[in-house]
Structure formats: C-alpha cells, structure tokens
C-alpha cells in the first residue's frame, strides 16, 4: 500500500481527506480539532494525520505547493488509498476588487495556466469544476457559521512571480475572484477517478486593498475555514 510519498497502512486514511498545503497546518489542525489523532505519514515532511471528529474518522494531509505536488499528493490518495472526498484548505491572492482579506472563497470552477490537462489527450478543454453537493453544504455552513464567503472562479497559476508584473490581474475581467495554485490538479484527479473535490481559500491578501494575512496567521489562525470544512466530513 505504501507509495513512493506516503507510509500509511492500508486503513489508516479515512475517506474523507482536508489538505492544506503547509503540513504545519495539517499539524495544527489534529492537535486542535482531531481525537484519538495519530500521524501515519512522515515521508519528505508532508505529515499526514488521522483522527475523528465529532465522532467521525477524518484525515488531513498537507499537499505542498503547486499543481504538482497536489497532483501527486491527492493522485495517491483518491487511487491508493480509496480517499473519496478531498477538501482543500488554503490560502489564496484576491485578483477580484470586490474580494477582502479573510474571506472564505468556494472554488466552483478552476481556470488555469497549466498544462496539467495534456495528459488526458481530449479533443478540447477540460473545465474543471467542484463537486456540486459538497459546494452547497460548504455553502449553508458558512451562512449558518456567520463566515464571510464567496463563490466563484478560481485562477490556479504555475508561476508565483510572473515575469510581466500585474498580469494575474487580467483575470478580473472574466470575475475570476482569486489566483492560487493546487486547485487545478485536485479537481482533475477527482474527475478522472470519479471521486469528490472542493476547494476552500481563506483570502490572504489583494492587488487591491492593503493588509494582508502574517506567516503565522496562514499557518493557524484560519479557523473559520478549518471548521467550516470541518462540517462537511460525513
């Protein structure tokens, strides 16, 4: 059962899976919401831990950065080790004037600069989208949770520093509301295996307004967003 990125025995992953993308906050996460945790991966520092809450068995694993390591990471999981939900937990770039600092944003739909999609060969562009179901319930969450929140499209880059400064602003135009990059890869894998995927992005700074989210807030102070997701383990 093992794979070349996880040591996790057959059973150890529950079905359903949060990955942030910092493994500290997937650290952060089971010791602050999980029970009866225990960390059942280590490989090249991307812990993975399970526990339960409210009763219920839940897995959280960091991802890494990029479409890449996400690929990999949530590739693994959906394919090995019979994850059926993965739920991303993230932080992400407002390109949008209308998103503040802090807010939650539901990716509906992913645009990208990625060629991830090639592998396919299909006769066109793939559109990758969230799960529906899992979209509404995230959704109902926050409104019930009193957390600010959007829904929309998500821009997931390869490239952190462009070359041609303000070009992730292009993206405003067609209301795409914030640039990230893991979103891209996890909704392919869960499409080609036919398994479930959202992305939730806690805004971490603007083009537009100033503030932005400290290093130490990105790793543990995005509660509102680690317990709305929370609420959709089932």
Same mark, same amino acid.
């Given at each position: 059962m093992n794979?070349?990125?996880n040591e996790a025995e057959a059973g150890?992953?529950?079905?359903? *899976?949060l990955m942030p993308g910092d493994p500290l906050r997937a650290k952060y996460i089971a010791e602050h919401y999980l029970t009866d945790v225990f960390c059942y991966n280590r490989v090249r520092g991307?812990?993975?831990?399970?526990?339960?809450?409210?009763g219920k068995k839940v897995s959280v694993q960091g991802s890494g =950065?990029? *479409?890449? +390591? =996400?690929?990999?990471?949530?590739?693994?999981?959906f394919n090995h080790y019979q994850a059926n939900t993965i739920i991303r937990i993230g932080t992400a770039g407002a390109v949008h004037r209308d998103v503040e600092v802090g807010q939650v944003i539901f990716a509906m739909g992913c645009c990208t600069n990625s060629n991830y999609t090639v592998q396919y060969h299909l006769p066109g562009s793939f559109a990758p989208i969230a799960d529906y179901e899992l979209l509404e319930q995230a959704v109902q969450a926050a409104r019930a949770q009193h957390i600010p929140y959007k829904v929309g499209n998500v821009f997931c880059s390869d490239v952190f520093y462009e070359d041609s400064p303000g070009e992730k602003g292009l993206w405003e135009k067609m209301g795409v509301l914030v640039q990230e990059m893991e979103t891209l890869s996890l909704y392919c894998n869960a499409a080609r295996a036919g398994?479930?995927?959202?992305?939730?992005?806690? *805004?971490? +700074?603007? =083009?537009?307004?100033?503030?932005a989210l400290t290093n130490e807030e990105r790793e543990t102070r995005l509660d509102a967003m680690i317990r709305c997701a929370l609420s959709l383990v089932s």
């Open positions: 794979t070349f990125h150890q992953i529950g079905s359903t *899976v991307m812990n993975g831990y399970t526990g339960y809450y409210n =950065m990029g *479409v890449p +390591s =996400m690929g990999i990471y949530s590739y693994e999981l398994k479930r995927a959202l992305s939730l992005l806690t *805004v971490g +700074s603007s =083009m537009h307004h100033g503030g």
